[in-house]
């Protein structure tokens, strides 16, 4: 037998909808019709998707993308530790400039700070963003054509970054490829079938 206060119970997460974030590359938004994309699919499906799926498990506090190479935080893929309070920092090499999802450039407000050492002085290179919610999603959209599909590929997605405390995927990127001469004709099916399922 144990003692009652030998463990400390632990508040159970209250679960909560799942808020999406889209985050447009300029790549996508150069195209001539990005705007009718996101009114006619993008957004409606978003909305549709955050009243209708939930969070079970929300992280318990922001997370934050760690400007890094490898699980690291520095261009020679490596990191220090600053001993007086346990800042890590960069000390022969600067801190990574951008974090990628796939191709695309994660979002600055998502990161973390990264330091670098200069005669012996830290110097903050990257302030701290606001982070992920603990029940968001984040859907970084792209319309650059990396090679992988071909004409009969409208789009694929990949999870860049899971939530370390349920693995739940908290950042994909989604590449659309609107392009090539049959997409009006399956653009105009996929807009069909979305309204079908949202109303």
């Known amino acids: 037998m144990y ?11 209250t679960p909560q909808l799942l808020r999406i974030q889209a985050e447009y590359t300029a790549e996508f938004n150069k195209l001539t019709n990005s705007q009718e994309l996101k009114d006619t699919i993008i957004e409606p499906a978003i909305k549709f998707w955050q009243s209708a799926l939930t969070v079970r498990r929300p992280m318990s506090k922001n997370f934050y993308i760690q ?3 490898n699980q690291l935080f520095c261009t020679d893929d490596s990191y220090y530790t600053y001993s007086e309070n346990d800042t ?11 974090i ?39 859907l970084i959209i792209d319309s ?14 990949a999870s860049c970054y899971l939530d370390p ?35």
Do not use: W
Not at 6 to 12: G, T
């Open 3 to 13: 003692p009652s206060n030998s463990f400390e119970r632990r508040a159970k997460p």
């Open 67 to 69: 400007r890094q190479v």
């Open 88 to 98: 890590i920092f960069c000390q022969e090499h600067p801190c990574q400039t951008t």
């Open 100 to 138: 990628k999802c796939g191709h695309v450039d994660i979002p600055d407000k998502y990161t973390s700070e990264c330091y670098e050492l200069h005669n012996g002085k830290l110097d903050q290179v990257f302030p701290k963003g606001s982070g992920i919610s603990p029940n968001d999603f984040i």
């Open 144 to 157: 650059s054509n990396s090679g992988a599909c071909d004409e009969t590929t409208l789009a694929h997605a």
């Open 165 to 199: 405390e349920n693995d739940r995927e908290i950042i994909l990127e989604a590449r659309n490829y609107f392009s090539g001469t049959t997409f009006p004709l399956r653009l105009g099916m996929v807009i069909a079938e979305s309204q079908k399922l949202m109303t």
